[in-house]
């Protein structure tokens, strides 16, 4: 059964950075599409930016609103996917939620919560 943990959401500072992780269980890690997506309150979950599979190249997809700041890349050796988050904006408060997706397989976390401050 897979699952996928978020981490490494937290308060900063306009400007500042931080690095969100996923950690996925299970097997076939490298097959799965990646994504990381966002809800601020009030708002609808919206994508930040997805990743493919190894088995494709790995294509990423952005966000017009993050793109030139956020960063996804995976480790496949970890089972880990990673968002790099440059000069944060206070539009940038949300929760942030990891999802793993493969034919037959769509999983989400249950979020981590991402506070920048003006």
């Known amino acids: 059964q897979v699952q996928v943990v978020e981490s490494g959401g937290g308060l900063v500072q306009a400007g500042g950075s931080l690095r969100l992780s996923c950690v996925a269980s299970g097997s076939f890690f490298s097959i799965n599409t990646m994504g990381w997506y966002r809800q601020a309150p009030g708002k609808q979950r919206e994508l930040v930016a997805v990743i493919g599979s190894s088995t494709s190249g790995g294509p990423t997809n952005y966000a017009d609103s993050v793109k030139g700041r956020f960063t996804i890349s995976r480790d496949n050796a970890r089972n880990t996917v990673y968002l790099q988050m440059n000069s944060l904006i206070p539009e940038d408060t949300a929760v942030y939620y990891c999802?793993?997706?493969?034919?037959?397989?769509?999983?989400w976390g249950q979020g981590t919560q991402v506070t920048v401050s003006s």
């Open positions: 999802n793993a997706r493969r034919p037959g397989l769509d999983i």
